[in-house]
């Protein structure tokens, strides 16, 4: 794991997520599905978290507390393909009480290809709103990490 503020790429970002483009995950053109960048934010986001050692299980166990998906939109610049190596970069943009707005990209090289604000909302069990735990906030708040994956 490196620290960083900046990507391979000289993108701004404060985590960086490799992942290979494989034959599941694009159309009968060849190229990605449009619904799968968002399942590549997912995971980008989730293995930041992992960065950062906040454990989800942990945080519903022992604080009752989740983080869901409120809303999304995305903008679609260029196609990625088959066997492509993408980064996706995660930002945050706003980290409120109970909510953290993400700016999430996906790369091909130079080329962007996608770019994706995600509203993320910090609930308990019951999907009441609950403020972001103070202990994950200052973690979020921490130096850039960039990951480098298979």
């Not at 980290?95 to 700016?103: D, H, K, Q, T, Y």
């Not at 906030?137 to 990951?147: E, F, L, N, P």
Request: proline share 3%; charged share 25%.
């Amino acid at each position: 794991m490196l620290l960083t503020n900046i990507s391979p790429n000289n993108m701004p970002a404060d985590f960086i997520w490799n992942v290979r483009v494989y034959y599941e995950d694009t159309d009968a053109g060849g190229i990605v599905y449009y619904a799968n960048y968002l399942k590549f934010f997912e995971r980008a986001r989730t293995e930041w978290l992992r960065a950062l050692d906040v454990n989800q299980h942990t945080l519903l166990a022992e604080h009752d507390t989740l983080f869901v998906v409120k809303s999304v939109s995305a903008e679609y610049h260029a196609p990625a393909k088959l066997d492509d190596e993408l980064k996706l970069t995660v930002s945050i943009e706003k980290l409120g009480r109970a909510s953290i707005v993400f700016l999430q990209e996906a790369w091909c090289g130079q080329q962007l290809l996608n770019t994706a604000r995600v509203k993320v909302g910090c609930v308990d069990s019951a999907l009441r709103p609950r403020a972001v735990p103070a202990a994950v906030a200052d973690k979020m708040r921490q130096t850039s990490i960039t990951t480098q994956t298979d």
